[in-house]
């Protein structure tokens, strides 16, 4: 044996793994939020010895959906929805993947969950968030995502019509959907309606990190910047991201170059520039402000209900008033969105309804019994993710007994791409 | 100057992560009359009212005196993009494997290691002078002439690109109006003052003779001209609509002005 210390160690890290996921769990990052802006480190993430090249193929499903906004559907290219497939070769199970809010088909962590399972040997299809303002455009029902039950009826009439689209030139032996964050609910609740129309008839359910209650989820992510203010009182945005941008130039002039990727924002971390933690969240709160401004737009643009857009005026972006929109549009955090677009909507739906109900309604209690009594349907999360309140742990193990896979600690999907959860995500579908 | 749609690209990876979120300024006291004429809304009382709570969230503007021009250009690159560019592009990568592709992506950095140096220079950057000197004649002999970059695969020396308009930067330049100039794209005012100093200086230098014969206009130099921006747009992943958003300009705006700002810092 060439190198029996080595060897030694990795024994030892094999029986270490084997008595239990709590005492060996690797993942480098503590704090969950520099885990969930870093994500998984380059040197610690699931690798695969000789992939394959990928050739993803766009998909294209028109819904003839009616647009009195033309300008719109030409910013956004959104006549048709876009998803993104890569095929096998031979026969395979087909999974769809949705992503997380505001996130496209194209967004890092999907690709990396596409090439993961395509080097898996699935056949994959990957699904923009409902709440992405193209697919809003493009396949949404009611403009108003975020639901996720009638985000599920959006999602299950696109999948059926991508399955049509692929099902003559793909064998496809088994069907399985996935999805990280609201992807990873929306998963669910896909999967709870393909239980009563059984169109599709999925094999497996795996939910990524997903919100058990939307209220708390949403809440969290909402009250960072409110949070940071009342902290820091005298500070101002400027400041705060001056602060930020001026640790980055130094962090790159010390390392002698410019250069962005996946494992900038972690050396970053690992300088001595690094963000405060309080900084680092901040990032998260002003990412998710980000996303609901944009949702919030699209969903007034498109009901034409003149919250932030005059309900006659239709969206241009050449207009010299698109800033203003932009700058309102800002002013909307996602629980104004739900209180004064979201929740009148429904109750004219849904006579009786109060809030609460609703809340109740579009979160996992809303599938309780269907989590419960389907074995095919499986959790991955982590006791520190940033989204979840208390009880929600407890809550998911109680419901999904061994189907939750709870990780100590990697806070929102920060862990996603860490070798044993990929692993375990595989496991998952393999079994 | 073939640079130019790498850096937006590199804006654009910014906000694939979450750095798209440091636009926002977590601002005081915002000013109601920032977001135009109100009146007309369903409920104009809710942004009062936000404003009161001192809560509301804000980007930082960037100088665009010109944006109604800018908007033209910007939506005319996008109709350009999606009719001339991406198509000729999808022949380019068909027509020539990625082995190939790989030695035209090195040699015009090669060809493109000329203003590194002499801007590295001018910004009194000893070391990234001496790197980027020791990249060309390296890489030019070495790497037959550029074709390979052995100078990051076997030493470890990383390109680090400068330009004019760091240059101009560097000695307290401030970016001035932004500008979105046809075909290349975002840009401000110092930015295309040092593309065009570039432009000259290195068709001065014609360093293997390329930029001379590329500014020819017979067929060689047209058909220079064509690889070269097919070369570009072939190493920039950029797409327009790639970031499903309203607000695509105002993002992409503000993130080509802050990378542009880190570049010179750097």
Redesign the interface.
Same mark, same amino acid.
């Given at each position: 044996m060439k190198y029996p210390l080595s060897a030694a160690i990795s024994l030892l890290i094999a029986l270490f793994n084997w008595t239990g996921p709590a005492f060996a769990y690797g993942f480098p990052i503590w704090n969950p939020y520099e885990a969930t802006?870093v994500g998984t480190p380059p040197d610690v993430t699931y690798k695969w010895g000789e992939p394959r090249e990928m050739t993803p193929e766009i998909l294209k499903l028109n819904f003839d959906k009616e647009f009195t906004d033309i300008p719109?559907a030409k +910013?956004?290219?959104i006549a048709d929805l876009k998803l993104m497939f890569v095929k096998q070769e031979g026969p395979a199970p087909l999974i769809f993947i949705i992503a997380g809010t505001g996130a496209?088909y194209?967004?890092?962590k999907m690709l990396f969950l596409v090439n993961t399972f395509f080097q898996a040997g699935y056949h994959v299809i990957a699904i923009?968030s409902p709440t992405?303002?193209?697919f809003m455009a493009a396949a949404s029902s009611t403009n108003l995502p975020g639901l996720t039950t009638y985000d599920a009826e959006d999602l299950y009439k696109v999948m059926t019509h991508a399955l049509k689209l692929v099902e003559d030139r793909t064998e496809i032996t088994q069907k399985y959907v996935t999805g990280y964050s609201l992807g990873g609910i929306d998963a669910a609740f896909v999967g709870y309606l393909d239980s009563q129309r059984k169109e599709i008839n999925f094999d497996k359910v795996l939910m990524i990190n997903p919100p058990v209650n939307l209220y708390t989820s949403v809440s969290n992510l909402d009250n960072i #910047?409110?949070n $940071?203010?009342k902290k820091h009182p005298e500070?101002?945005?400027?400041e705060?991201?001056d602060d &930020?941008?001026e640790r980055?130039?130094k962090h790159?002039?010390n390392s002698?170059?410019?250069?962005?990727?996946p494992e +900038?924002?972690y050396d970053l971390q690992k300088g001595p520039d690094a963000l405060p933690i309080g900084d680092v969240e901040? /990032?998260?709160?002003?990412?998710f402000?980000?996303s609901s401004g944009?949702l919030a737009?699209?969903s007034d643009?498109l009901n034409h209900?003149? !919250? #932030?857009i005059?309900?006659d005026e239709h969206?241009n972006?050449?207009s010299?008033?698109?800033?203003? !929109?932009?700058?309102?549009?800002?002013?909307w955090r996602f629980l104004?969105y739900f209180d004064?677009m979201v929740v009148p909507w429904w109750q004219e739906h849904h006579p009786g309804d109060t809030r609460d109900d609703i809340i109740r309604k579009v979160s996992l209690t809303g599938i309780e019994d269907y989590l419960r009594n389907n074995k095919n349907v499986g959790v991955m999360t982590n006791s520190d993710d940033i989204i979840l309140g208390p009880g929600d742990i407890e809550y998911l193990q109680e419901v999904m007994g061994d189907r939750a896979t709870i990780y100590p600690y990697g806070g929102h999907c920060g862990n996603m791409e860490y070798v044993t959860n990929v692993t375990d995500m595989l496991h998952f579908f393999k079994n | 100057m073939n640079t130019l749609l790498r850096k937006l690209f &590199?804006a654009v +990876?910014?906000t694939?992560?979450? !750095?798209?979120? &440091?636009?926002?300024?977590?601002?005081?006291r915002a000013d109601i009359s920032?977001?135009?004429?109100?009146s +007309?809304?369903?409920?104009p009382q809710? $942004?009062v009212d936000?404003e009161a709570q001192?809560?509301?969230?804000?980007? /930082?503007d960037v100088y665009d005196p010109l944006?109604?021009m800018n908007?033209?250009i910007y939506?005319f690159n996008r109709i350009f993009d999606d009719y001339v560019f991406l198509p000729a592009l999808k022949g380019y990568r068909f027509i020539f494997p990625e082995f190939v592709r790989g030695r035209f992506q090195d040699f015009w950095a090669n060809i493109g290691e000329v203003p590194n140096i002499y801007n590295s220079l001018l910004q009194l950057k000893i070391?990234?002078t001496a790197v980027s000197a020791w990249r060309l004649v390296f890489n030019t002999t070495v790497g037959i002439g550029g074709l390979w970059d052995p100078s990051t695969k076997w030493l470890g020396l990383?390109?680090?690109?400068e330009d004019f308009g760091q240059t101009l930067g560097y000695w307290g330049v401030g970016p001035g109006p932004y500008l979105v100039l046809p075909i290349f794209g975002p840009s401000n005012l110092r930015d295309t003052t040092g593309i065009v100093a570039d432009y000259f200086a290195e068709k001065e230098i014609d360093f293997l003779g390329v930029k001379e014969a590329e500014s020819r206009n017979d067929t060689g130099g047209w058909a220079l001209k064509v690889f070269d921006a097919l070369n570009t747009r072939d190493i920039t992943p950029f797409r327009?609509?790639?970031l499903?958003?309203?607000?695509?300009?105002?993002k992409v705006r503000y993130l080509f002005e802050?990378?542009r700002?880190? /570049?010179v810092?750097?």
């Open positions: 802006v719109l +910013t956004f290219d496209s194209e967004s890092p923009s992405k303002p193209p #910047i409110p $940071y203010r500070a101002t945005g400027k705060v991201f &930020v941008f980055l130039a790159f002039k002698g170059k410019v250069k962005f990727g +900038t924002i901040l /990032l998260i709160g002003i990412s402000q980000f944009d737009f699209t643009a209900t003149g !919250w #932030i005059p309900a969206f972006p050449l010299s008033d698109a800033t203003y !929109w932009y700058k309102r549009s800002l002013r104004t004064k | &590199v +990876t910014l694939t992560g979450l !750095w798209v979120g &440091v636009v926002a300024a977590v601002h005081a920032e977001l135009g004429d109100i +007309t809304l369903r409920d809710m $942004y936000i001192a809560n509301p969230l804000d980007f /930082l944006e109604p908007k033209r939506a070391e990234r990383e390109r680090a690109e327009y609509g790639m499903g958003s309203p607000f695509e300009y105002n802050k990378q700002q880190l /570049l810092d750097d």
